[in-house]
């Protein structure tokens, strides 16, 4: 029987046994002379029990909290905590992610914020590659939780992220267990309307290919003879590195151009194309998708945007280019229940307040999903709201028109 005391608050949470060198890693918690809590990690030998070594964590010097939840031993010995730590609990909790060697030489450190909300790792699981898997939650402020479950790779590296969110209701995961046909297994509970409390039990499979279009970034509107120069912003959704084509073209015309691309996982890049002149008045539907092989989720892979192109030049009869794209947001975008249509439409106070101004939700198919019958102000300013609980998860466009006039934002739903 092992004793560790160091005249402060001592607490034990986790133990595992590390096989490589036939010893025990126990993580816990210490109350220090700072007056504050600290991860503390100790490995004894696991026939004598003499302490091998002892570790702890702080995030910051002094008046933060840093509380251990969990603890695994990898194949190679390594002793992997997690926790959660904050500022005096005055600021949003975050994950803390803590590799030790077998000697307890510090490997890395990562730390998990989804902006804006309290993390909270509850369980913690490594599988036969050394790649650690954090079950947890995270919780707006006022809001519910949603459950969180996301991976690290062996040098403690974000691989991905996922949020679980069922309604309204309070969505835990607690235990999480890799198995070795790649899928991931992780338990929990949700709790319905703060009366009854479920089982939840999730099995994922992780994306191996996935490049996804996020935003096709161009003009809304030019003059007949000016160019646009096309941009596409292209991330690598999942966890292996990829090859593949960014390609732009602008309907109705004979334009096409394309552009070969290397990311790695999470990585995030903006192709730009060759400036394109458009060879008469109209509007111009225009597509930017990325084609990559063996692409496991096509339905993210296009972007679109719309074009005017006005011939009057002096500028009497026709309208500003990119006036009806000023102020056209969408909040929040990923979103999950309701969306916030926001748009600032010209012509308020100059005898032009009025007039119905539509918007439409597209899926990928173009297939309209979800529309919506606006009344400008006579500030000119437009706010809405869109119900998207009834709409899988995926990528829509939402459409806005007005006196002959269109925009286009990409939008995101997530579940």
Known sequence: MKRHSREEDDYGVAIAWNPVNNSVS???????????????????GATAGESLWSREYNRYPADDEDLLAALVVDGNGNTIVTGMMSWDFTTFLDCATVAYGPTGLPLWV?????????????????DSLGQVFVAGYSERLLTDQDALLYKLGTGGNLQWAWHFDK???????VRVRPRPDGTIIAAGMVEDDETLTDFLVCRLRELLVDFAALELLASDSIYLGDSVVPKVVVRNEAILPGEGWVRFRGTWTEHDDSVQVNLGPLETDTVSFAAWYPDSVGSYRLAGWVRVPGDERPGNDSAFATLRVYGDTTGISAPPPGTLADGFRLLPNPA????????????????????????????????????????????????TRLDLTRLP???YFCRLEHDGQEAIRKLVIQR
């Open 26 to 44: 126990v993580g816990g918690i210490v109350y220090t002379d700072h007056q504050d809590y600290n991860y503390f990690t100790i490995a004894y």
């Open 167 to 173: 309604d309204t209701d309070e969505d835990q995961l």
């Open 336 to 383: 999950r229940g309701l969306v916030e249509v926001r748009a600032t439409l010209p012509g308020a106070g100059s005898g032009r307040g009025g007039g119905a101004i539509t918007v439409r939700l597209y899926d990928v198919t173009g297939s309209v999903v979800e529309t919506g019958i606006l009344v400008r102000s006579a500030s000119g300013d437009v706010r």
């Open 110 to 126: 990562h730390r998990y914020d989804a902006e804006g909300e309290d993390d909270v790792p509850l369980g913690l699981a490594v």
């Open 393 to 395: 998860a995926g990528v």
